[in-house]
């Protein structure tokens, strides 16, 4: 919805309102891993449902812009320990999605701060050249980014080329991605020259934390025909500071970052191709390598320490849980594939993700369908099948799920 206000100057004021109300119902199968024997550990809620409200508001007034995005949810939920099913837990949450505002000085420059979820990068399962943002690779019509304070300076000296400044002075109340690690103010910088056509593209990255260690990474994109493209995106560290489980079972000295002081240069890398059909399919393959990741060995162990653990030393289930990885192996394939025009009018979209891990030869199979009843309501069912041995990196915390709800807008 588009309103506007206007005055005896030439500028108006006008806002936009948008509305989106979510319902939902979930189930979610245990590991039932060496790490947490019968859920007792991790008590992972195996049964959801929930109701939420997204509603946004944006201003425009001269060369102002501000943005309005909260989200406001209520649900309850069980879960079931050693087969017995636990009471039922209600519960509320109120978040800020995006809340900020931008000031375009000049056609080239802009200013915004607030809360903002700024994202790059052409792959689907990671994007490492952006370290601000951990997004997981298993999306659903649910998936919910919360925005980060951030001072961002976007610069465009010509059509093809930007530069943008980002830092980040605070943080956004979500838990550490690397677990017990105190909030880590970051500066970063993003170079990037794109064609006018937008069939090619590349950036360069670099950053620093205030605690922690430095980085440098690329993108890029490379259009071979109209349909067919391939493309990359790489973040290289000296080192890194994620928690490795150390084989000594004592609480405090578990799990510890013993790279934090390597001279090695750790790389997480993902290299894709795409195919895009006229009609909008789409189809994908993807090779991850993460440096950083747990070896088969470390799986193992950080599933026995916790295991171990857990009873006196709560801290070990945060450092399982939140290692400091957006992806705990170190080697994947990934492949997707999305029809969105399908059914009676084109109403219903599909799209299928897997994911095979090369680090334990298990691997993730994710369905996503949406159907379009109306202009305003959106069905959706989601379901994922995690196969393979207990306890290993992508069977660690779930054996799948699946979600299914509905989505008014208006």
């Known amino acids: ?30 590991p039932g891993s060496p790490g947490d024997p019968g859920n007792r550990i991790l008590r992972i809620p195996l049964l959801a449902v929930e109701s939420e ?35 039922p837990k209600l519960g509320i949450r109120a978040d800020w999605v995006d809340l900020y505002g931008t000031w375009r000085i000049t056609d080239s420059l802009s200013l915004s701060y607030g809360l903002q979820n700024y994202q790059w990068g052409p792959a689907e399962t990671l994007s490492p050249s952006n370290p601000i943002f951990h997004q997981p690779y298993t999306r659903t019509s649910l998936t919910l980014i919360r925005g980060k304070h951030l001072v961002r300076a976007n610069i465009s000296p010509s059509r093809s080329w930007s530069i943008v ?32 056509a937008g069939d090619r593209y590349l950036g360069i990255t670099a950053g620093k934390g205030e605690t922690s260690r430095g980085w440098f990474g690329e993108y890029g994109v490379f259009s071979l025909t109209d349909a067919f493209s391939i493309y990359g995106d790489a973040r290289h560290t000296m080192g890194s ?32 191709a795409r195919y895009q059909f006229a009609d909008g399919e789409d189809l994908r393959i993807e090779y991850v390598h993460n440096g950083p990741g747990y070896s088969s060995d470390q799986l193992a162990l ?5 295991a171990s653990l857990a009873a006196i ?60 009843y109306n202009d ?25 799920y699946w979600l299914m709800g509905g989505r008014f807008s208006r």
């Open 1 to 30: 919805m588009l309103c506007a206000v206007s005055g005896a100057r030439a500028d108006s004021l006008e806002w936009r309102t948008a509305f989106d109300w979510f319902t939902s119902a979930q189930a979610i199968f245990p």
């Open 53 to 87: 409200t997204r509603p946004s508001l944006r201003f425009d007034y001269a060369t102002f812009q501000f943005l309005v995005r909260p989200s406001f949810a209520a649900g309850a939920s069980t879960t079931r320990i050693d087969r017995a099913w636990q009471d």
């Open 165 to 196: 400044v980002i830092l980040e002075p605070r943080d956004n109340g979500e838990p550490a991605f690397v677990h017990g690690a105190p909030f880590d103010r970051k500066a970063l910088v993003k170079l990037e020259y794109a064609r006018p």
């Open 241 to 272: 500071d994620v928690l490795y489980p150390t084989g000594i079972l004592e609480p405090g000295r578990s799990f510890a970052a013993t790279q934090a002081s390597s001279r090695t240069i750790q790389t997480i890398a993902v290299a894709g």
């Open 302 to 306: 950080s599933a026995r320490t916790v």
């Open 313 to 372: 030393d709560p801290s070990v289930v945060g450092a399982y849980t939140s290692p400091g990885l957006d992806i705990v192996g170190r080697m994947y394939l990934y492949a997707s594939a999305r029809l969105p025009k399908l059914g009676p009018h084109d109403h219903i979209s599909l799209s299928a993700q897997y994911l095979q891990s090369l680090t334990s030869r298990n691997g993730a199979l994710i369905v996503n369908t949406e159907w379009i």
């Open 376 to 400: 305003a309501l959106v069905f959706f069912i989601s379901a994922a099948a995690v196969p393979g041995t207990q306890g290993e990196d992508l069977t660690r915390l779930s054996r799948g």
